[in-house]
């Protein structure tokens, strides 16, 4: 009941640029927080904040390391290559980390990259049931470059699985509105190690979590 409260005066009214949140260099207005209301498109700065959660959450005793990048990685890396994005990792080892989040926006379209160190594999998560081959085949050429640039060392292709999840393997939205919570809850599920087990009649409660979540900045 309390989340309740807390998620309806959220919701309600004020000033659409009022801060509701902000922590990891992030802001999240009453605006942005909107955007968790049933049925509307998540934005960045939601999901951002959210996988942002995630990786300080990682950093406790019994999870994975994990390191997410932010919604605009994958788009400055497709128009720039990696000279546009070696300087994102200044400052963290991602060869350290057990798990890499990319979220990657298709126009229209929330999907989830999981780079897993520790069994090498690149695999795409789509609610949609679309494939990302090409993606995760981008993503595995930039991180042989980071490899070779921060390391001096030569990732061997053929030690690495990559991998589109089919969509009987993963849970699969049934409206036209849901992916980017269905992203962020790929993520926070394989965050704990945890098999994706949730579906579509989920989404409402997941959106009223994340934003207690977000405005009190820590996963439940």
């Known amino acids: ?25 992030l802001k999240v207005t009453r605006e942005d927080i909107g955007t968790l209301r049933e049925h509307r498109w998540l934005n960045d700065e939601v999901i951002n904040f959210y996988m942002s959660l995630i990786a300080e959450r990682s950093k406790k005793e019994g999870f994975a390391a994990v390191h997410a990048f932010s919604t605009f990685f994958y788009p400055k890396l497709i128009s720039g290559g990696y000279t546009a994005v070696r300087r994102w990792t200044r400052g963290v080892d991602l060869f350290q980390q057990d798990l890499i989040f990319v979220p990657v926006h298709l126009r229209m379209h929330w999907a989830l990259v999981v780079i897993d160190l520790r069994r090498k594999t690149i695999k795409y998560y789509d609610s949609m049931g679309q494939r990302g081959d090409e993606i995760c085949q981008t993503l595995f050429q930039y991180l042989r470059e980071e490899s070779h ?8 292709s053929s030690e690495w699985t990559l991998r589109s999840m089919e969509s009987h393997e993963i849970p699969q939205q049934s409206n036209g509105s849901d992916c980017g919570v269905f992203m962020c809850k790929y993520a926070e599920y394989i965050s704990r190690d945890r098999a994706t087990t949730f579906t579509q009649n989920h989404m409402p409660y997941f959106r009223k979590k994340m934003v207690w979540e977000i405005i009190h900045q820590q996963l439940l």
Request: charged share 35%; aromatic share 6%; no cysteine.
């Open 1 to 25: 009941q309390a989340l309740e409260r807390e998620v309806h005066a959220a919701f309600g009214r004020g000033e659409p640029d009022e801060i509701l949140s902000s922590a990891f260099k």
């Open 149 to 156: 640039e921060k390391r001096n060392l030569e990732l061997t």
